[in-house]
C-alpha cells in the first residue's frame, strides 16, 4: 500500500534495523520473507490481534508495554505448543492519533521481546486506518518450530493426568482490575509485583521446552479463556472431564489482598464481581485475564520429574486437580463440597479488555 | 480473547468446516496450527491487511469481494517470489457495523480463493473492536514453499534484462476512478472487463511458477506501489537504472476508453488526475492502483522461451523497457524523447485505496 503518511518509511527502516535471526535468507523489505525450516521439525503458527481499547487502554498501557505484551501473547500460543520461536511478521493499521514515534516504539519493544526468545521480525505491514477510527489494531504472526510429531496440543489429556498451571493465575485480571478502580485508571494503586504480572507477563517458552525434553505431558494450553474456560477446552479436545481443587489454586499474597481490596470497594459499586473476598478471588482465579501462563496436562508417572524440571527453570507447577474419565467440570471447594463449573468457562470478567 | 459477541462462534465453526488442506498436523482450534514443510524448501512469508475505508469501501465491495482480494494481494506477494500457496492465518477486528454473517462471507471468500491456489486457513483470530470504531481490519497472512535457493527477489535484476509486466497495470485504478467519479460511488459506470480487473484481480501464482521452473527470471516484484513505484523498488534492490518505453506499455480498449472518459470529466473537476488523455492514460499505468500483477527482470537470451511460457499459462508478458547499468528511470515517450520518472515512484493516486 502507498505510504499515505511518509513518516512510515522510519518505521520499515527499523525493520531492517533489527537482528536479523537465524535461517532468514531474506529479510524485511522484499515481497515477502525467505526462511529455512530445519529438517525434522513442525512448524507451528500462530496469530493474535491487538485491538487498542479492548486489549490495551492507552491510559494504562504504554506503547511499549503494549507491544511486549503483544509480543507475549504469541509466545504463549507456541509455549503452549511447546515449539521454539523463530520468526514473526508484524503488522499495524495506525490512526492519526498515533505518532511514528509510538509505533515505532510498540514495534521495538515487541521485537525485542520476540528477540529475547529466539525470534526475529522478517516483514509486516503498515496501513494508516481512515479519519474517522482512533484506535490502532496490531496482529502478530508468529512461526516456530517442534519436533516433528512432537507438539503438545489440547486433546491429549487421559483420566487420572495431573491437572497444573505455572504462575498465579489471576494475577494479571487482578491488577487491571485494581487499575480500573476509580477515575482516571491508574496503576498507583496496585502493588508492583501485581503490575508486573500485566505490563511484562513472564514468557513459558523456556519451561515448556524443558518439559517437552523431558516427556510426559499429555495436553496443554495457554491461558487466555481463563482457567475455567481453558480448562474447559482442554477437556473438550481430550473426551474427559475435570476436578479441580480451590484449596490448590495458587495465590500469592499480593493477589489476596487485591481480592480483599476489590472487595471491600469496587466490586459491589460497579457490579461486575462477586461480593465476598473468597468469591473474588476464586472469580480472580478462575475467569478470563490475559496471563499467559499454562494449564497442562501431565502422566502422574510424570509429575515428580515434570515439577523438579519446572522448578530449575525457574517457573515452579501447580498440582491443582485432575482430568477424569467422567465428563463435566467440578470445583472442589476448600470445604470438601463440590460443585460444577460452568460447561462454557466461567463468566466473562468485564474489564474493558 | 474471550468473544464478547457470542456470534463469533459461528465463524470458528466456518474455519473448522473449511478444506483442511495438506501437511496440516494440527489445524483451526489449537492454540497454534502444526504444519509440516517438505524437505528441501524454503519457507516464504507474507501479510497484507486491508482497512475498511482504505483499502475498500463497502459501497463498492462486497464482503465477499473484499475476502477476495485481500486474498489476492498476499497470493500475488507469493507469486512474486515464485512460491507456492501453503496456509494461511485470517485475523479479523470487527466493528458493530459487521454482522457475523458479513464477516464469514468475507472469511469463506478469501479462504475459497486462497484454496483455489492449493493454500488452506490454519487458523486465525477475531477481535471485537471498541464501540466507537465502525471499521473493519482484516489480516492474512500467507505461508508457501519454494525450492531452497530459488526464491525471486528484487535484487537479482542486471543490466541488459528485459522488463516485462503481466496484464494491463492501471486497469484496476481506471475502473475505481471510475466508480469513483460520481455520487453514490457506483460500478454502474464502469466496463465489466474492467470492473472485473478490481473486484477479482487474476491471480499470477502458476505464471511465477511457470517461469521460475523455466528459468531466466532474475528480479521480480508485484505491482502494489504501481508500476513507476515498484520499478523504483527493484532497480534499487538490484542497484541498476531502467529505460520504461511508453508506447511498449500494454493497454486494452476498456482502459483507453477509461482514460478518454476519465479526461472529459472527472479529472479536472476534481484535481486529482491529470489532463488531456495521453498524460492521464500513462498516469493509470505508472501509478498506484492494486493490479496485483508481476513486474519481472529478464535474462534477454531467455526472454523469448518466458514469453512462451507465459502465452501458454494464460498470463501473457509484455516486454516494457530495460535495465540499465546506468542508475535512475527514464520514461521514452512516443515521441521518442525521455524524460526522468521521479525517483520515489509515480505521485500516489488519491482514490481512496
Do not use: K
Not at 504504554?62 to 511486549?68: F, N
Not at 517458552?205 to 510426559?216: D, I, M, P, Q, T
Amino acid at each position: 500500500m502507498p505510504d499515505p503518511r511518509g513518516e512510515f518509511a522510519r518505521i520499515a527502516a527499523l525493520l531492517q534495523r533489527l537482528p536479523r535471526g537465524e535461517r532468514v535468507v531474506v529479510g524485511p523489505g522484499d515481497d515477502a520473507a525467505v526462511l529455512r525450516p530445519r529438517p525434522g521439525r513442525d512448524l507451528v503458527a500462530t496469530t493474535d490481534t491487538f485491538v487498542e481499547g479492548r486489549h490495551f487502554l492507552r491510559e494504562l498501557v504504554t506503547p511499549s508495554e503494549a507491544g511486549r505484551r503483544l509480543a507475549a501473547a504469541n509466545l504463549s500460543d507456541l509455549a503452549a505448543m511447546a515449539a521454539e520461536p523463530c520468526w514473526a511478521l508484524v503488522s499495524l493499521a495506525v490512526p492519526a492519533t498515533w505518532s511514528a514515534a509510538a509505533c515505532e516504539t510498540l514495534e521495538h519493544a515487541c521485537a525485542s521481546a520476540l528477540a529475547a526468545e529466539g525470534a526475529a521480525v522478517v516483514g509486516g505491514n503498515l496501513s494508516a486506518m481512515p479519519a474517522d477510527v482512533g484506535r490502532l489494531v496490531a496482529t502478530v504472526t508468529l512461526l516456530g518450530e517442534v519436533e516433528a510429531e512432537r507438539a503438545w496440543t489440547r486433546g491429549g489429556g487421559r483420566a487420572g493426568d495431573v491437572l497444573a498451571v505455572s504462575g498465579v493465575p489471576g494475577s494479571a485480571a487482578a491488577a487491571l482490575a485494581l487499575a480500573l478502580w476509580g477515575a482516571p485508571p491508574s496503576w498507583s494503586r496496585v502493588p508492583d509485583e501485581l503490575r508486573r504480572t500485566f505490563l511484562a507477563p513472564a514468557c513459558r517458552v523456556r519451561l515448556a521446552r524443558a518439559l517437552a525434553a523431558a516427556g510426559g505431558v499429555h495436553a496443554a494450553i495457554d491461558l487466555s479463556d481463563g482457567l475455567a474456560g481453558d480448562l474447559a477446552h482442554l477437556c473438550e479436545a481430550s473426551g474427559v472431564g475435570a476436578r479441580l481443587d480451590a484449596a490448590r489454586l495458587p495465590i500469592s499474597e499480593p493477589l489476596r489482598a487485591a481480592a480483599r481490596a476489590l472487595s471491600a470497594h469496587a466490586g459491589q459499586e460497579r457490579g461486575l464481581l462477586p461480593a465476598g473476598e473468597g468469591a473474588l478471588l476464586t472469580h480472580l482465579q478462575l475467569a478470563p485475564g490475559d496471563d499467559y501462563e499454562l494449564l497442562l496436562a501431565v502422566d502422574p508417572a510424570a509429575w515428580a520429574r515434570s515439577a523438579a524440571e519446572a522448578e530449575q527453570a525457574g517457573a515452579p507447577l501447580t498440582a491443582i486437580g485432575e482430568l477424569t474419565a467422567a465428563p463435566g467440570l467440578l470445583l472442589r471447594e476448600s470445604g470438601g463440597a463440590e460443585r460444577p463449573l460452568p460447561a462454557g468457562g466461567w463468566d466473562h470478567f468485564p474489564t474493558g479488555n
